[in-house]
C-alpha cells in the first residue's frame, strides 16, 4: 500500500508543477501587435503627441503581470504608453518624449491600475499646449471578453491591451477634445 500512496504523491506534485509552468509566461514588448480596425483619430489632422513617462500605480514589480501569471521584458507602464503611441501613429499622428524643447500639440501622461492577463486599465490625461484649450483624464480598461479556451497567455494579454487601445481610439470625447 506504502508504494501506491508514493506514486499518487509524485504524481500530484507532477501535474501540480506542470500547472503552474503552463500557467507562466514571458513575453517581449515587441510581440505585442496593433490594432487593424479603423479609427475616429485618423480623420483627425496631424497632431503631435509629447509623452511623460508613465506610472504604474499597482504597487508591485512593475514588470509583473497581476496574479504572477508572468513578466514582461519591460515596466508595464512603459508597455501601455507604448500601446498608445502606436495607436495613435497607426493612426498618422507624430509621437515624441516629451522635453522643454519639443514643441508638440499635446502633452500625455498616464498611470496604469491594473495589469493583468485578462484586464489592462489605465488613467490617462492629455493637456493642449494651448493653456485655453485646457485638458482632459479618462479612464481606459481593456479586457478579454468570451471564451479563451486554448489561446496561450500571450494572446490573452495582447488581446486586453488592443482592446484598451480601441477603447481609447474609439473615444468620442477625446476626439473631440483632440478637434478643439
Not at 69 to 93: C, F, S, T, W
Not at 148 to 171: C, I, P, Q, R, V
Request: charged residues 20%.
Amino acid at each position: 500500500m506504502k508504494p501506491y500512496k508514493t506514486y499518487l504523491f509524485i504524481l500530484a506534485a507532477a501535474v501540480v508543477v506542470i500547472a503552474v509552468l503552463a500557467g507562466c509566461f514571458n513575453m517581449k514588448a515587441s510581440e505585442i501587435s496593433t490594432l487593424k480596425t479603423g479609427s475616429p483619430l485618423k480623420g483627425l489632422p496631424l497632431k503631435t503627441f509629447a509623452f511623460k513617462e508613465f506610472k504604474d500605480a499597482r504597487r508591485t514589480d512593475p514588470y509583473q503581470v497581476w496574479g504572477g501569471y508572468g513578466k514582461l521584458d519591460q515596466p508595464a507602464a512603459y508597455v501601455v504608453a507604448m500601446v498608445i503611441r502606436k495607436e495613435l501613429e497607426r493612426n498618422g499622428h507624430r509621437c515624441i518624449a516629451y522635453s522643454g524643447q519639443s514643441s508638440p500639440d499635446f502633452i500625455i501622461e498616464g498611470s496604469v491600475s491594473t495589469y493583468s492577463v485578462l484586464v489592462v486599465g489605465v488613467k490617462m490625461t492629455v493637456s493642449s499646449v494651448s493653456p485655453e484649450k485646457g485638458m482632459i483624464t479618462k479612464t481606459y480598461e481593456g479586457e478579454v471578453r468570451g471564451s479563451y479556451n486554448g489561446y496561450t497567455w500571450n494572446t490573452k494579454f495582447n488581446h486586453a491591451l488592443l482592446a484598451m487601445a480601441k477603447e481609447m481610439s474609439t473615444d468620442l470625447d477625446l476626439i473631440a477634445f483632440l478637434e478643439k
